[in-house]
């Protein structure tokens, strides 16, 4: 059978066709690219590995119910390490090259405080889990907090110490940063208001093993309580060097003690009169969406999630809601968010005030007696 | 005066681990004329061999101790031959980077092979703790101090009661020297890199209960064993041990009694101050040229 003019003409029409459709199938599943700056290496990859996987976890989650009105997400990830030099340039490296419409940003403060110059001249919106409150009040309009800010921690903190622990004396012993003294600062001010003053206040640096001498000079000082400002390494040393020094006086931990990065550190007695707080009480017996991730991300990853992680996750479908409203411009965007008032996630209510931040509540927990697995001892939610 | 009695003793464990680390900085610099700034690393090396052994191959104590310190004297070793051998007819600067770069390839090859996340070693003394006046004392940090004395005790004797020390020190000396009166002067030079290794080992052993095994925990105990070395004097071992005990007290005495917050600013303080006004250190060892 010979291939007439006919022929060809009507397989150069059906090609051109089938390539038209192609490339509209093409565009219309060209994915929604969102840019992570995330610490997977070095000292703050501890929790920064959590939220690369919480956020991985969305993505696909996300993608499975159809992404943002039939497109696809992908999050691109650059690594800040433990530098504000490096979060910068992973900044600005995903802002030229990748152009993402949304960005997820460092859960460190002093990370957030290094890019938030950079993301104003971008001008497309991130969520952050920073808790420092110097980040919110610079006043970019670009930036939306995904957790409590360190003065709602602090103030957790004091209400575990002054309603549930009844302390007289405190101390307070924090890491030597924006987080660990806006957090020691707030602290102190609350509890001086509440008419009890703390005896004492000490300070560590980051990269600091050793932490007798801080924690005597406290106890030296007649603290009955210790309030504790840490990252997840270092608190969990804190914790075991105090059992070690003989310590039995109650500590106030704040969260990233508790998370299970820190935990796998401590065994059960190094836990004995510990209290904290944590971002989120992730227990999965209560069933619903927090068994769901709880035990999803358990089996996924093979470690057990933490709340920081949870509030990335949270944040990339609130994100998904927007964008699945208002699409991808980043002005509609940003006052969508902006306009947020009381949107259910898995690990809190999320409600943005002028400053851009979400989430108000809390909990307090303490290990149940002889084992890791913390309890709920009292939910905070504060105004 | 109880929690004066915890603070000495604590400073003296962490110094003492200073100390080794600065010993194995000082033997290898004496040797070879080159300053290990991957010294830290080795330090780091020595916890996770110490990982392998004990929390991974599950052995006993007295095995898992003995087959960790033998990783890191093969690790000696090999660094001697890869790198050392290569680097050695280089010029200063070229040393300096290949030990940086060395050091920053470990910490690396130590985060790919177990992740960032750290490891709780444990001691063989467990969690025990002794009362001695109301001063709750750690029996890991007497450990600490007893093991160190004992290291200082056996670098003694190895280096002035032992032909092979003796010739480790000849070969510091003068090496030229040393070749002419015909001593194994390589073999030798590869031993004051396996001593160090093996001595950083030690120092990683006893740390990793005190500060879990952490793959950044380098670079801050190279740079006190260096402010250690600096304090007691370059090339000298009793200032190495001198000038580790002396960071170690300085850092939690200091905390205590001055500012937790400028604690670190009270041994670099101190270490600057040598620099400049005494830059032989304690012990007075001249300052060579070479590394």
Known sequence: MGFTRKDFLGSMIAATMLSLTGAAHGQQAEPVLIGATVPMTGPLSLTGKQYQNSLTMAEEDINKAGGINGRPIKIVFEDTQASNGTAVNAFVKLAQETKPSFFFLSSYSTQNLAVAPELKKVQVPAMYAGGADAVADGGNEWMFRIRPADSVSAEGMVKAAVDVIKAKKPGILYIQNDFGQGGAQTAAKRLEAAGIPVVGMEAYGQNDKD????????????????????????GALVLRQAKVLGFKMPLVTSSAALVPAALQLLSPADLEGVWGVTDAFMDASVGGRMKDYV????????????????????????????????????????????????????????????????????????????????????????? | MADFIQLLVNGLAIGSVYALAAIGFVIVYSATGVVNFAAGQFVMFGTFAGVVTLINAQLPWSVAYGAALAIMALFGALFFITVYLPLRRGSIVTIIIGTVAVGIIMQNAALLSFGSWPFRLPSPLEDRVVNLGGAIISTHALGVVGVTTLMVAGLWVLFNRTSVG??????????????????????????????????????????????????????????????????????????????????????????????????????????????????????????????
């Open chain 1, 295 to 383: 035990e999803r991300f358990k089996a996924k990853f093979g470690i057990d999630p933490d709340p920081y992680g949870l509030a990335y996750y949270d944040g990339a479908f609130l994100m998904a809601e927007g964008m699945r409203k208002v699409g991808t411009d980043a002005k509609a965007l940003r006052e969508w968010l902006a306009a947020v008032n009381g949107w259910q996630g898995i690990g809190h209510v999320y409600s943005y005030d002028a400053k851009g931040n979400g989430v108000r509540d809390l909990a307090v927990v303490k290990a149940k007696a002889g084992t890791k697995t913390l309890e709920l001892v009292q939910p905070v939610t504060l105004n």
């Open chain 2, 166 to 291: 003796i010739g480790m020190r000849a070969v510091a000396q003068d090496l030229q020297a040393a070749k002419l009166m015909g001593l194994k002067v390589n073999r030798l030079l590869a031993l004051s890199w396996v001593l160090a290794a093996v001595l950083a080992g030690v120092a990683g052993l006893m740390l990793g209960p005190m500060w879990f095994a952490d793959v950044n925990m380098g670079d801050p105990i190279a740079l006190k064993a260096f402010a250690a070395t600096i304090i007691g004097g370059f090339g000298s071992l009793p200032g190495a041990i001198v000038g580790g005990l002396f960071v170690g007290l300085s850092e939690v005495l200091g905390a205590s009694y001055v500012s937790s917050a400028y604690k670190d600013l009270i041994s670099f303080g101190i270490m600057i101050l040598f620099l400049l006004v005494r830059p032989q250190g304690v012990f007075g060892e001249k300052i060579q040229d070479r590394g």
């Open chain 1, 211 to 234: 932490f007798s001498a801080q924690l005597l000079s406290l106890r030296s000082k007649g603290a009955d309580t210790i309030l504790i400002f840490n990252y997840p390494q270092d």
